[in-house]
């Protein structure tokens, strides 16, 4: 158990407990009518065991059952505004004796594609590092203007990069 999670791992056990009420309520308001008692009184009847049986469903499956709350919210209340999660802007250099542009994530660039000049290049990539081979011509410029997308970035971002000399 790594210790950042613990809190995480304690806060479950009432917050399933929690949605397995709610749920209850929702599927009851919605979808169980009572029972009329036997001795015609119009009590109505609840039966514990039913309870617990989707209070425990509930509390198993937390995340389908709040997704399903977040639709029939969104059916209520009108869709969410999508949310922007956008990355930071990688570190770049250039290894002129390699011939590369490494490019260095905060997060997994995971489809980054990267623009220089006209030539659109898949780069290479291991882990949070991206790595694309440059060109001679590349390599005698004083500073390289790449743009990159995907992995999270605001569309077109654009970043100059120095070439080093030498």
Known sequence: MTPSWTLWYYLRIPAGAALGLIAYCVVRA?????????LGSG??????????????????????????????????????????????LPKATIDRAGKKL???FKQDPVGVKVTIGSRIVAPAVSGRRATVDLQADELNQSKLSIKLS?????????????????
């Open 43 to 88: 009590a109505e009847t609840i039966n514990p065991f039913g309870v617990a049986a989707v209070s425990a469903l509930a509390g198993i499956s937390a995340k389908a059952i709040l997704e399903k709350f977040g639709a029939l919210a969104d059916g209520v209340f009108g869709p969410r505004a999508p949310q922007q999660q956008t990355a930071e």
């Open 102 to 104: 490494l490019l260095e």
């Open 150 to 166: 995907g992995a999270g970035l605001p569309a077109d971002t654009t970043m100059p990069v120095d070439v080093p000399t030498g």
């Open 30 to 38: 919605g979808f169980v009518i009572g029972s009329v008692s036997a």
